[in-house]
């Protein structure tokens, strides 16, 4: 089969899609557009790098008259379904960065537009791709753990310039006054409810946990931060599942601190977690004796023989592959727009529940029939075995012995 033409709109956070795309077999990137002529020069060095021909434009409507087969969304959370739907009514295939929607409505247009046009969807959440999920998912499937009753995400990501010049460069609060600067607009994060970007967190455990979120109540932390006085410094989320779990959320974009994700699985008989500040997996399983605590296993964000590490640990590269597979191969892509609206919906709805003070949300059922499994494994598949492991306290025991020697 010919290789498929690619069209890339935004070059911020897009510029890594551009180098994925660039790189992916089965892909012809065609042409890439930005406002910001600034972030042009880097993009054309990439394409030159990569010995492609790919137009660098300015306006969306130049991107899409060249009649790409599928079309990169990288443009801003607000604008993300219009853009989409406008590239799929044009014809094109479409991946579309997170958070993917903003509002519940822009999700049922979403769905409707991928089932009129019968164009191929997929949610660009890059998180699933991480290799350490998959140890998760198997360990789960191997049943190590007993029933899971509860799991946790975290998302910790300090952003403070929340404020752009018309020249895209980013500005926090307490910049601009010392600057004197009053023509800066506020980037559209500026007041997003961070539980709304929870998609990082709440879409890969839903894969680990083969599930879907039906209820929600949410709380916001204060406003106290200077440098997002838009948005609450942090909100916390409590999930209940169709298959009975309870899932807890935090998002904080706020809060200074080293950025990091955090990971954790409770079962009736072991359980599992991972923190990105360490990237390593700790584990007790229902064969471990909990005097002896944690198993250390050494599992992180890409594969051990995994060498496309461009992008968040090689995700990036792998949510490429996987869009273009989907389209090549005629089949639906592994976040398709129903498993989208399972990822989204909740954070959009839990921030209306912190708006009513907790009040618990019924989150419906946007399929046109229920769901019953996940089709992600299938594509991303699960480890054979598992890598060597050590005894957690005993390591940091050696550790303590060497500091104090």
């Not at 042409?31 to 002529?37: I, S």
């Not at 979403?110 to 046009?117: A, W």
Request: proline share 5%.
């Amino acid at each position: 089969m010919s290789n498929i033409t690619v069209g890339i709109l935004g070059l911020g956070r897009g510029f890594s899609h551009l180098r994925n795309f660039l790189t992916t077999e089965g892909a012809d990137v065609i042409g890439a557009c930005d406002w910001y002529e600034s972030r042009h020069e880097r993009a054309r060095e990439q394409i030159e790098s990569a010995g492609a021909k790919t137009l660098l434009l300015k306006e969306y409507d130049e991107l899409l008259a060249l009649e790409p087969d599928a079309v990169v969304i990288a443009s801003h959370g607000k604008v993300q379904v219009e853009h989409a739907c406008i590239a799929m009514e044009a014809g094109a295939h479409v991946v579309s960065e997170v958070p993917g929607a903003y509002t519940e409505e822009e999700l049922i247009r979403l769905r409707d537009t991928v089932e009129r046009t019968g164009k191929t969807y997929m949610l660009a959440e890059n998180t699933c791709f991480w290799d350490f999920f998959r140890y998760f998912r198997k360990w789960i499937v191997d049943d190590l753990f007993g029933p899971i009753s509860v799991a946790e995400g975290e998302y910790l990501h300090y952003l403070p310039n929340t404020l752009r010049a018309s020249d895209g460069t980013g500005y926090t609060p307490t910049r601009a006054r010392e600057e004197g600067r009053t023509d800066l607009s506020p980037v559209w994060r500026a007041d997003q409810p961070p539980i709304q970007y929870l998609t990082h967190d709440l879409g890969p455990l839903l894969e680990v946990l083969d599930d879907r979120c039906v209820s929600v109540t949410c709380r916001s932390g204060p406003w106290r931060s200077p440098e997002g006085p838009l948005r609450s410094d942090g909100q916390i989320a409590l999930y209940q599942t169709a298959k009975g779990h309870l899932i807890k959320i935090m998002v904080t974009l706020n809060t200074r601190r080293p950025e990091e994700h955090r990971y954790r699985l409770f079962g009736v008989d072991g359980s599992a977690e991972w923190f990105g500040y360490e990237q390593f997996a700790r584990r007790l399983t229902r064969s471990q004796e909990t005097r002896d605590g944690w198993e250390r296993i050494p599992i992180g964000y890409a594969a051990r023989d995994d060498d496309t590490t461009t992008g968040h640990g090689g995700a990036d590269s792998k949510v490429a592959k996987a869009f273009v597979d989907a389209i090549r191969e005629g089949r639906p892509s592994p976040i398709d727009v129903y498993r989208c609206i399972e990822y989204c919906l909740p954070g959009i709805l839990a921030n209306k529940s912190a708006e009513l003070g907790g009040v618990p949300i019924e989150i419906p059922d946007l399929r046109r029939t229920p769901y019953t499994t996940t089709d992600f494994w299938n594509v991303f598949g699960l480890p054979k075995s598992d890598p060597d492991g050590g005894n957690y306290k005993a390591e940091l025991a050696d550790l303590r012995e060497r500091a104090d020697g």
